[in-house]
């Protein structure tokens, strides 16, 4: 299973980006879906994620600024930033929780840049 993500760029604060992410595998292999993000110096945060039967869930510092979604596929995860800050500056990467005792897998990470 691999997944391919895009959408990363630099963008001026306050302002929305979307990112995508598109696993090579089949709804029912899915658990779940999350976007995770690195900034410099610190370690690797959950963001959000979507679970097979759509329960989202964030974190408290993009709460009501970030939506998760997917495809009808349910294999194709977007996350919608809007009102980026600063601090949301990171390298953003997908993850997908397979079921059948496969693991997980993580994708490339895309950079997200925010300016002041």
């Known amino acids: 299973v691999q997944l391919q993500a895009s959408g990363g760029g630099l963008v001026q604060a306050g302002g929305s980006l979307r990112l995508s992410c598109a696993a090579s595998?089949?709804?029912?292999?899915?658990?779940?879906m999350t976007w995770h993000r690195q900034a410099p110096g610190k370690q690797r945060e959950l963001v959000a994620g979507i679970t097979r039967t759509g329960t989202t869930t964030y974190s408290d510092s993009v709460k009501g600024r970030f939506a998760i979604s997917r495809d009808n596929a349910g294999t194709t995860v977007y996350l919608q930033m809007n009102n980026l800050k600063p601090e949301d500056t990171a390298v953003y990467y997908c993850?997908?929780?397979?079921?059948?005792?496969?693991?997980?897998?993580w994708g490339r990470g895309t950079q997200v840049t925010v300016s002041s």
């Open positions: 595998t089949t709804f029912f292999s899915i658990n779940a």
């Open positions: 993850n997908v929780d397979l079921s059948h005792g496969l693991g997980s897998r």
